[in-house]
């Protein structure tokens, strides 16, 4: 198998935190490690949180999900479907 042909990896990280501090900042890097390699990088997280707008603004594939409990199965359908 040649390097052109190696299947690439997707990533999906998901973070339920509204703010931004160090495991946040960790996420990001990892994503944006994971797309420098070659690796297609998602992010699931809270449409209002700070990781989601600079994930948003760094190019990275992002899709909305609120983390409230009753909501929570619902999300899964939809993240599933996805």
Wanted: proline share 4%; charged share 30%; aromatic share 14%.
């Amino acid at each position: 198998m040649t390097a052109e042909s190696k299947p690439r990896w997707r990533i999906v990280h998901s973070e339920a935190s509204p703010g931004w501090g160090g495991q946040e900042r960790r996420v990001m890097a990892e994503l944006e490690g994971f797309r420098r390699r070659g690796g297609e990088t998602f992010l699931l997280a809270s449409a209002t949180s700070e990781i989601f707008q600079r994930a948003t603004a760094a190019g990275i594939e992002c899709k909305a999900v609120d983390f409230a409990r009753w909501k929570f199965p619902f999300d899964v359908f939809r993240v599933a479907a996805w």
